[in-house]
């Protein structure tokens, strides 16, 4: 086959959307993966909101929450009581044009994007596996094994390691991936069952020694429960089995398995790759970060990652920025890969670990804090954007510059509602603009003649919208600039919608956008 402008290694969730988003902004990919056939169990489940808004830009937002169940509320347990329930509703209202959480189980999510991917005229070249890379600067030259034993050679502009926790690409680039590993070995079974408690609800119980969560399925009496081994299996040199996990917890919760579809065991890590790229060579999703399940983030975060490079090496490739936009790519997402590992570890550490302080907070403050802490909007709010992950910026990026009023450069660009727009979805927010997946400049009032003027000269969408009081609400000022990335992240904002700032910024990143001059 043709040498490819990148090369993919690895076809998980994150590598296929940087596929996709590569594709659909004209760049020429090759996806490959080890294994021979995509996976066929239920791995991670949960889609956030920001995901939604980032595939709604590329048009996959539809179909996902289509094919998705939204589930209305978590449980908390403790000892067999149930203490708290969070009811999530559309918790996230105003602050997304998706404020809910969806359960999408990581199989159908695959085969999904490989569905939308193989509409591009791209497909996953599968078994094909990268053994080995040389960066000569210019290009990378990558060998490949097929399963008769016989190599492939590709040259690429750049190499993307999406090929999961074990990644070959950065065994090969020699990277670092500090961290650890918990103590417990945990278990994970996808399920049939019935009970009060498999009623399309999370619930998670907490106990001396034992904690299960249950997971809503789509479909009648269907569970995922993940929970911990008995620890006189743990260490058990035989393959385990359903027969070996603590069944305290699920029978005094009365959940009845009639089924185990799916089972495995694994321990959890928490690591974070010592650097994101090495020349032309990029890590991304469980290739660069790990970390414990709690609030669903992981696959979440690696199609960030993925949506982050995709547009900076189109960028590149098309010329239509400096080289400079991809030293951005690792400073952008290491700092929140730190910080979520940080903030799952301590949330991990107080749900599972064996010290008596964190059993006491466990089943003693829990019980008595959380149900007043989650009554309140204000923490609902605050839980649904830090889970959502709608609160991610990148304010100390290299690529942001500016403010104004609340909204900084680096920030989400706040969501806008349009009332009034009428039936056309293609004006029912200050979102549906983003679907071009190219730099915008937006206007929430009214801008100098010069600054429209810049755009076009510079092939820069001019997006201005009718001043409302929801975009005061929203934190955006009246009459100022934002440049919006094709991410949907502002970087450039100025309250003085000065055009010649904006040049500044413009010329400094050598940005061209796409639109008709």
Known sequence: M??????????????????????????????????????????????????????????????VVENSLRFAAVNLWVRGKQVARVVLGEMGAGISPYPYVLIFPQDQHERFLIERLRDLGVEVERPLQLHSFDDRGDRVIARMKRPDGGEETCETAYLAGCDGAHSAVRE?????????????????????????????????????ADILAAFPLKGEDRVRLIGTVRQDAEHRNAALEW?????????????????????????????VAAQFRAGRTFLLGDAAHIHSPVGGQGMNTGLGDAVNLAWKMAAVLRKRGNDRLLDTYEPERVAFAKRLVAT??????????????????????VP????????????????????????????????SSGAAERVKAGDRL?????????????????????????????????SPHAVAQLCREK???????????????????????????PDGYIGFADMAASAEALRRYIDTWQLRGTASA
């Open 172 to 208: 090969a680039l020699g990277t670092g991936f500090p961290g650890g590993t918990y103590e417990h070995l945990f278990y994970v079974a996808d399920a049939q069952a019935t009970g009060p408690l498999v009623n399309h609800e999370l619930h998670v119980a907490l106990d001396e």
């Open 344 to 365: 799952t570890d301590r949330a991990f550490q107080l749900v599972t670990s064996t010290g008596g302080l964190a059993a006491f907070v466990r089943l003693h403050v």
């Open 368 to 399: 008595l804090v959380l149900p007043t802490l989650f009554a309140t909007n204000i923490m609902r709010r605050f839980m649904f954007r830090t889970l959502s992950q709608t609160a991610i910026e990148y304010r100390d990026s290299a690529l």
């Open 459 to 485: 092939g820069i969408a001019f997006r201005a919208f009718a001043w409302r009081d929801a975009m005061r609400a929203a934190g955006l000022a009246r009459n100022a600039v934002y440049l919006v990335r």
């Open 243 to 271: 027969n070996d996990v603590s069944r305290g917890v699920i029978e005094y919760l009365g959940i009845d398995v009639k089924k185990v579809n799916w089972f495995s065991t694994y321990h959890v890590h928490h690591r």
């Open 2 to 63: 043709a040498d490819s402008e990148v090369l993919i290694a690895g076809a998980g969730p994150t590598g296929l959307i940087l596929a996709l988003w590569l594709t659909r902004l004209g760049v020429g990919v090759r996806i490959v993966d080890k294994e021979a056939e995509p996976g066929t169990t239920s791995r991670a489940l949960v889609v956030h909101a920001r995901t939604l808004e980032l595939y709604r830009q590329a048009g996959l937002a539809g179909a």
């Open 414 to 446: 706040p969501w806008v509602k349009l009332e009034g727009a009428g039936n056309d979805s293609a004006a029912s927010d200050n979102f549906a603009p983003l679907s071009s997946m190219d730099w915008q400049l937006h206007v929430y009032g009214e």
